[in-house]
C-alpha cells in the first residue's frame, strides 16, 4: 500500500517531523523567567535546585523538576510547591501576582509553606485570569479567612483545599462564591459555629469535607 503509493509516505514523514519539532519547542521563555523569580521563595530547602538557567542541555524548564508542562503547547500546567519551604523560616506572605504568568495552568500545590496570607494588593484575586485554574492546593498553611473573598474571583476552581489552616469565622464562608467548585476541604480548621448555611452558595459542590473543624452538635445547612 505504502509502496504504491509513496505520496503517503512523505505525508507521514512529514506530520512526524512537525510533531517532532512542536515537542522540541520546550518551555516557554516567559514562563521560564516567572519560575527563576519563584524560585527564591520556594528553594530553601533545595527541592528546586534543577531550576536553574543553565546551558542549552537545561533552558527547557519543561524538564525540571516539580512541574509539567502541555506537551503541544510547552506551557506549565502544573506546579507542585508542597512542602518546599523550611517551615523554621516561619510565617510569610505570599505574592500570588508571581503566578500570573502561567496562563495554562491547571493545577498549584502550595500546601505546607507556612503561607499566612498574600502581600498587599498582590492576593489570590491576581489569578483570575488563569481560566484553565481548577485545581488549587493551599492545604497546611498558616491562612485566615480572608483569604476567601481574593479566591472567589478565581471561578474556573473546581477543586480547593484548605484544609489544615487558621479559618475561624465561619461568616466569611459567604465570601466563597465559586459556582463551579465540586470538591471543597475544609477540614481541621477552628470554626467558631455551626451554622453553614453560607456555603449554598456553591452551587456545584459535589463534596465536603469538615473533618475536626470545631463543628459539635447539630448542623445548620439550610439553604442546600
Ligand atoms: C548542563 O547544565 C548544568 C547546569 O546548568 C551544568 O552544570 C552542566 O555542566 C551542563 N552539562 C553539559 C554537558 O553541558
Ligand atoms: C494541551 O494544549 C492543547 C492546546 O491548548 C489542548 O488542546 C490540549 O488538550 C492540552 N493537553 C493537555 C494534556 O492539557
Ligand atoms: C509581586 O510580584 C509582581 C510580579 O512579579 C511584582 O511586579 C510586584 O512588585 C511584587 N510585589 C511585591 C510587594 O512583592
Ligand atoms: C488574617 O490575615 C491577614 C493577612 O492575610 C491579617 O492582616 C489579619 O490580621 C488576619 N486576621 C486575623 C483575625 O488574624
Ligand atoms: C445561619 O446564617 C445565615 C446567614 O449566613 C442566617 O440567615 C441564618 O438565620 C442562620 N441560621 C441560624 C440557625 O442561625
Avoid at 2 to 13: D, N, T, Y
Avoid at 15 to 27: F, M
Avoid at 63 to 91: A, F
Wanted: overall charge negative.
Amino acid at each position: 500500500m505504502v509502496s504504491k503509493q509513496p505520496w503517503m509516505l512523505v505525508l507521514l514523514v512529514l506530520i512526524i517531523v512537525s510533531l517532532e519539532s512542536r515537542w522540541s519547542e520546550g518551555c516557554l521563555e516567559q514562563e521560564r523567567f516567572a519560575l527563576l523569580h519563584l524560585k527564591p521563595f520556594f528553594n530553601t530547602l533545595h527541592d528546586l535546585d534543577s531550576w536553574v538557567e543553565g546551558d542549552h542541555n537545561n533552558s527547557d524548564c519543561c524538564q525540571w523538576d516539580w512541574l509539567e508542562c502541555n506537551h503541544t503547547t510547552g506551557k506549565v500546567i502544573s506546579l507542585d510547591l508542597y512542602g518546599t519551604r523550611d517551615e523554621e523560616m516561619g510565617e510569610w506572605y505570599l505574592n500570588a501576582s508571581l503566578f500570573s504568568p502561567f496562563q495554562q495552568l491547571h493545577t498549584l500545590y502550595l500546601g505546607g509553606n507556612s503561607i499566612a496570607g498574600c502581600v498587599k494588593n498582590h492576593g489570590f484575586d491576581k489569578l483570575s485570569t488563569l481560566n484553565s485554574l481548577e485545581e488549587l492546593y493551599l492545604n497546611d498553611n498558616s491562612f485566615n479567612s480572608s483569604i476567601l473573598s481574593s479566591l472567589s474571583t478565581i471561578s474556573s476552581l473546581k477543586k480547593l483545599l484548605l484544609n489544615d489552616n487558621k479559618l475561624k469565622r465561619i461568616v466569611d464562608l459567604q465570601g466563597l462564591r465559586l459556582r463551579n467548585l465540586e470538591y471543597l476541604d475544609l477540614s481541621s480548621n477552628i470554626f467558631n459555629s455551626n451554622n453553614l448555611s453560607s456555603l449554598s452558595v456553591l452551587s456545584s459542590l459535589k463534596a465536603l469535607y469538615l473533618e475536626n473543624a470545631g463543628l459539635e452538635g447539630s448542623i445548620d445547612l439550610s439553604g442546600y
